[in-house]
């Protein structure tokens, strides 16, 4: 029988609480799939326990699991689904409203005032090409590195994709390593699992033959085997993986923001709309006698001119842009983004907490001297077989190119290393390595009163930014209980009296060389630094000094650390270098600085570092790291280039300031376009634009320099109050060009020229207002393009010119309903247009001093 099938599912934690519809109809679909997935495990042929324990699956049992679609793979993608895109990018409300409006158009009036659609079908188009540009670059990269699995197949010990996982696979698990399946615990050696990003609990899980691993729990200690148990969309943690892996836009400022303002727009368009139908309605000469003669299908064409202005289209389109451009660019330069606000997020940051090994260090150890004490007989055979051990980590690995000759007897019992413990152990039996031997942090495994030239000699090493391990051994173990205990054991579980010191080993590691350079950046950009290390405080010191901290202590030993948060955060404020930092303190570190109102990033590559990378506002994982350590990450350094950082955040710079330059852009039309509308509306007036002349003004004052200014450089530092500053600026300008349109507007209804008539009177009124929100509102986007580079004044430069071929050129005059006006109403454009100007500057002169707009980049 089966032995998956004689176990129960766990109990499941609510998975669907603040879900996007997306995720759920996904979910969904996969909860048909487990049922396919249940009745194809039936149907299996029964599988020799003992032969799968020992060799695993063999080629035919694999391929009947495939054939039977009892394999990892689950349908999620790690970004939006081509159809996801178009839908994101197609079917939004303001194309529905948009769209509607272009029927009703091409339905009852002049097809050249359908020229918003053209715009609508290439904001749409550009949007669906760049974001799927973006998701093939980021799939190409998730699948390149993607975590991989370990499994004993034939007898033979092989590395597959996760996906490539069967039914009863025997996975071989080993300490940093995430287990991929849920699956029933064979052999366990010390293996303990870490299950807090599924189940929120912190304490490492000590496991035993027959107890349950779940998908997406990492292994913290120890190693062992597995035989998978529920595999793709039946494991545990497939929806949680899955929404980790998701293309996101959430969690962001400039997200968050621009989704409110959308909401704001869309119920104000409501009454707005009903009040500019009304108001055309009546300005034919009301609704009965605007319907008789036919008039209402240019009182339907102005209220469609009203709400295709009040719509800020492109602004959603430009913000997703740029974050996937800013995603495909940093791709290129090897660092993946798992989700795209973490570019944003990046330069938000103000506090950024480092992890010393295989971080600020390149990770690798070398033995650089030996310091015996008691040359106990066996010992370099039993620092050979730790080094030889395959679940050394990356320091006892370090052993093994200066000891070869290993212990052959088989132990008795062993307890693998931890992060919490800083130690590991193993007994043989009687022989030539007969007894208990520790390898561990001296501190840890020594008493001060019994021992205190190792602890002296270990002290001076990690003042050289050395790390020291001391190796003891005990003839006899205590007592029964306390003789190398089995998984889930604590420092303060273990007995560590009696011991003796055999052996003082000192390693090296070497520094990362652009380490210092890019502390120095955050340095300058103002964001403070943090070094939280498991290792020794002094060690942890003199790496801190070697990378640029000004520091002349010996660092803070995390042992001493409150457990209460607020005491935490007051020590924080006065520690900067910490060292003995356990997995759940660095947790509680970035909780604490979170708390004190800090923005933090933390960087890190060990399986001991996932937890405070879960809970930092931006986790960053080394690409040497452990899956599970980039599994929670939202940055992903593959080739471990510390110095990507700058660039991460240059381009979230770019992205802040360059989105806030276009928000301005488009609000300000929005707000100029609600304020016309509502005044019309009461005023019963007709609508002074046609669709297609307000098709010039977005084109040439909004879409196309607002394309442009989305993805030139920008180095502005990050400031809070994005939304704030935005609409502090778009309100008042948008005032100003609301103002100037209406004085226009006003002054030509109120004197038409007599030697016109009615119809020629209405469009040199309508080339007036025209002419006014085109001069004004490139005066705002030559204010928000400053400071004036190359690109920036050729850019603002080709607006200018290319509205003085529009006023230029007759087939582009008489296209666009143009015709200059004369006399009094072309000076009262002028003055008017250039009082406007004049508002427009001093507006942003006065915001500028206030700190609302910033030319400094």
Request: hydrophobic share 50%; glycine share 8%; charged share 20%.
């Amino acid at each position: 029988m089966n032995q998956s099938e004689s176990r129960d599912r766990p109990p499941r934690r609510d998975l669907t609480r603040n879900k996007p519809k997306v995720t759920l109809l996904a979910e969904r679909r996969d909860e048909h799939r487990r049922s396919a997935m249940e009745a194809a495990r039936g149907k299996l042929a029964p599988v020799d326990a003992q032969a799968l324990e020992r060799d695993g699956l063999n080629a035919a049992q694999v391929h009947e699991r495939h054939t039977a679609e009892l394999s990892n793979a689950v349908a999620h993608e790690s970004s939006r689904s081509v159809w996801a895109i178009i839908r994101a990018n197609v079917f939004t409300l303001f194309n529905t409203v948009l769209g509607s409006c272009l029927v009703l158009v091409l339905l009852v009036g002049d097809p050249r005032d359908a020229l918003f659609g053209f715009i609508v079908v290439a904001n749409a188009a550009i949007g669906v090409v760049q974001e799927y540009r973006a998701k093939r670059t980021l799939d190409k990269l998730a699948v390149l590195h993607a975590p991989r699995a370990r499994v004993r197949r034939g007898g033979l010990s092989l590395e597959l994709a996760v996906a490539e996982v069967v039914q009863d696979d025997l996975l071989l698990l080993r300490t940093g390593d995430q287990v991929p399946a849920d699956a029933v615990v064979v052999v366990s050696e010390g293996l303990e699992i870490d299950e807090s990003l599924l189940t929120g609990e912190s304490a490492p899980v000590g496991k035993s033959t027959g107890d349950l691993s779940l998908s997406g729990s990492a292994v913290v200690a120890g190693h062992g085997s597995a035989r998978v148990h529920r595999v793709g969309a039946e494991s545990y943690a497939a929806a949680l993986t899955a929404e980790a892996r998701r293309f996101s836009l959430v969690n962001s400022e400039i997200r968050n923001s621009i989704n409110r303002i959308i909401l704001y727009i869309a119920w104000a368009l409501i009454p707005i709309i009903v009040l500019v139908i009304n108001g055309q309605m009546n300005a034919h000469g009301g609704w009965a006698a605007a319907i008789a003669s036919g008039d209402w299908r240019i009182a339907v064409v102005s209220a469609v001119a009203s709400i295709v202005a009040m719509i800020p289209e492109g602004l959603v389109l430009l913000t997703s842009i740029s974050f996937g451009m800013a995603a495909v660019k940093l791709a290129r330069s090897q660092v993946l983004v798992q989700e795209l606000p973490a570019v944003e997020g990046l330069a938000r940051v103000d506090m950024v907490c480092l992890d010393k090994t295989g971080t600020l260090t390149e990770g690798r150890m070398e033995l650089a001297g030996t310091t015996v004490f008691e040359a106990v007989p066996g010992w370099e055979q039993v620092l050979a077989w730790l080094g030889a051990h395959p679940n050394a980590n990356a320091t006892a690995a370090a052993l093994s190119s200066s000891y070869s000759d290993g212990v052959q007897d088989r132990p008795i019992s062993e307890l693998d290393f931890s992060s919490a413990r800083k130690f590991s152990s193993v007994t043989f039996g009687p022989g030539a390595v007969a007894g208990e031997w520790v390898l561990g942090a001296p501190e840890v495994v020594l008493q001060p009163e019994f021992h205190p030239e190792p602890l002296a000699t270990a002290f001076e090493a990690a003042g050289r930014g050395l790390r020291a391990l001391v190796l003891a051994h005990r003839a006899q173990a205590p007592s029964a209980e306390s003789a190398t205990p089995g998984p889930g054991v604590s420092a303060g579980d273990f007995d560590l009296t009696g011991l003796v010191p055999v052996a003082l080993l000192v390693f090296r590691e070497k520094v990362r060389p652009d380490a210092a350079e890019t502390l120095e950046y955050f340095r300058e950009q103002g964001v403070a630094l943090k070094i939280i290390s498991g290792d020794n405080p002094r060690t942890v010191a003199a790496v801190a000094r070697d990378v640029g901290f000004d520091f002349t202590g010996d660092g803070y030993d995390a042992r001493n650390l409150p457990e209460d948060i607020d005491a935490l955060a007051q020590v924080l404020q006065h520690e900067s270098v910490l060292g003995r930092v356990t997995p759940e303190q660095k947790k509680a570190i970035v909780l604490a600085l979170q708390r004190s109102g800090h923005v933090v990033a933390m960087t890190g590559d060990g399986v001991n570092d996932a937890l405070a990378l879960k809970h930092a506002d931006i986790g960053i994982a080394m690409g040497s790291g452990a899956a599970a350590t980039k599994a929670v990450s939202r940055l992903v350094l593959l080739d471990g280039q510390f110095s990507h950082l700058p660039s991460v955040v240059a381009e979230g710079r770019r992205v802040i300031a360059n989105v806030e330059r276009v928000a301005n852009l488009f609000l300000t039309k929005t707000t100029y376009a609600i304020i016309i509308s509502i005044v019309i509306g009461i005023l019963m007036w007709r609508y002074p634009f046609l669709p297609r002349q307000l098709s010039i003004v977005s084109s040439m004052t909004i879409g196309i320099p607002a394309f442009f200014l989305a993805l030139l450089p920008n180095a502005r530092r990050y400031q809070p109050g994005f939304l704030r500053r935005t609409l502090m600026f778009a309100i008042p300008s948008g005032t100003i060009v609301a103002m100037c349109i209406l004085a226009v507007y006003s002054y030509a209804t109120t004197f038409p020229n007599p030697l016109l008539g009615e119809e020629l009177a209405v469009r040199e009124a309508q080339t007036a207002v025209t002419m006014t929100v085109l001069l004004v509102a490139l005066w705002v986007l030559g204010a928000l393009a400053r400071p004036f580079d190359k690109w920036r004044a050729l850019l603002v430069a080709a607006m200018v010119i290319g509205l003085a071929l529009v006023m230029a050129v007759p087939f582009a005059r008489n296209f666009f309903a143009l015709d200059i006006p004369r006399g009094g109403l072309l000076a009262v454009t002028i003055a008017v247009t250039a009082m406007g100007c004049l508002a427009i500057e001093l507006l942003y002169r006065f915001l500028k001093k206030r700190g609302a707009v910033s030319e400094r980049e």
